[in-house]
C-alpha cells in the first residue's frame, strides 16, 4: 500500500508565499494522476494542480501564473509553490495519487492547514 503525507502549511500574510511537500511511501509503478487538492469552509474540495501519468500539467484557472507544481520522480515527492497568496487561498490542501500499479487505490493525505491573513 501507499502512504502520502502533506507538510508545509502555516500562516502567512496576503502577498507571502508558501511551499508545500507531498511524500510518499510504498512502491508506486504505474499512476494516472498525481495533485493536490484545497477545501474551504463550507466549499467542495477542488483541483488546485495536477500531473497526469506522462508529466502534463493542469492549473485551476484561478492559480495560473501564481502556482507551480513539481515532481521528484526519484524520491515520489510533489511540491506546491504558491506565491501572490490571498485571503481566499484559506483552505486545508490535500496530495492525491491515483495509482495504477503495483497498489492501484485513490490515495489521500490528511491534510496541512494554510492561512492567508489579510
Known amino acids: 500500500q501507499v502512504q502520502v503525507v502533506e507538510s508545509g502549511g502555516g500562516l502567512v500574510q496576503a502577498g507571502g508565499s508558501l511551499r508545500l511537500t507531498c511524500t510518499t511511501a510504498?512502491?508506486?509503478?504505474?499512476?494516472?494522476?498525481m495533485g493536490w487538492y484545497r477545501q474551504a469552509p463550507g466549499k467542495h474540495r477542488e483541483l488546485v494542480a495536477s500531473?497526469?501519468?506522462?508529466?502534463?500539467?493542469h492549473y485551476a484557472d484561478s492559480v495560473k501564473g501564481l502556482i507551480t507544481i513539481s515532481i521528484d520522480s526519484g524520491k515520489q515527492t510533489v511540491d506546491l509553490q504558491m506565491n501572490s497568496l490571498k485571503p481566499e487561498d484559506t483552505a486545508v490542501y490535500y496530495c492525491?495519487?491515483?495509482?495504477?500499479?503495483?497498489?492501484?487505490?485513490?490515495?489521500w493525505g490528511q491534510g496541512t492547514q494554510v492561512t492567508v491573513s489579510s
Open positions: 500531473f497526469n501519468g506522462v508529466g502534463d500539467i
Open positions: 510504498g512502491r508506486i509503478f504505474r499512476i494516472r494522476s
Open positions: 492525491n495519487w491515483k495509482i495504477l500499479s503495483p497498489y492501484s487505490g485513490d490515495y
